[in-house]
Nanobody, 126 residues
Framework: QVQLVESGGSSVQAGGSLTLSCAAS?????????MGWFRRAPGKEREGVAH???????SYADSVEGLATISKDNAKNTLYLIINSLKPEDTAMYYC???????????????????WGQGTQVTVSS
């Protein structure tokens, strides 16, 4: 089972940017994994933010479309999420998730992912 460790969470002012990273354990066929970023705000359900599938397909939640960029460095076993123009409503614990992916599969729901990191906190103040 791949192990994931997120980093990069911080407290920032509204309008700022952050880059979150998710490092996967070594000895994994990282390129074969579909990866996703999810977040859980206080009192809310966990929601998908962005996804990077094993075939290179990416997708974004409407709330971050045009403001976020997800990328994957297979050589470094690392997933990234850049979020620009942060708003207070982006405040949440951000989680990285992974699942072994067959070609053409595009998991988008949290229950479809089998490995999760511990999360990294993002706090945006107005």
């Amino acid at each position: 089972q791949v192990q994931l460790v997120e980093s990069g969470g911080s407290s920032v002012q509204a309008g700022g940017s952050l880059t979150l990273s998710c490092a996967a354990s070594a000895y994994t066929y990282y390129s074969n994994y579909c990866m996703g970023w999810f977040r859980r705000a206080p009192g809310k359900e966990r929601e998908g933010v962005a996804h990077f599938d094993s075939d290179g397909t990416t997708s974004y939640a409407d709330s971050v479309e045009g403001l976020a960029t997800i990328s994957k460095d297979n050589a470094k076993n690392t997933l990234y999420l850049i979020i620009n123009s942060l708003k207070p409503e982006d405040t949440a614990m951000y989680y990285c998730a992974a699942v072994w992916c067959v070609k053409g599969w595009h998991p988008r729901q949290d229950y479809e992912y089998t490995a999760w990191g511990q999360g990294t906190q993002v706090t945006v103040s107005s």
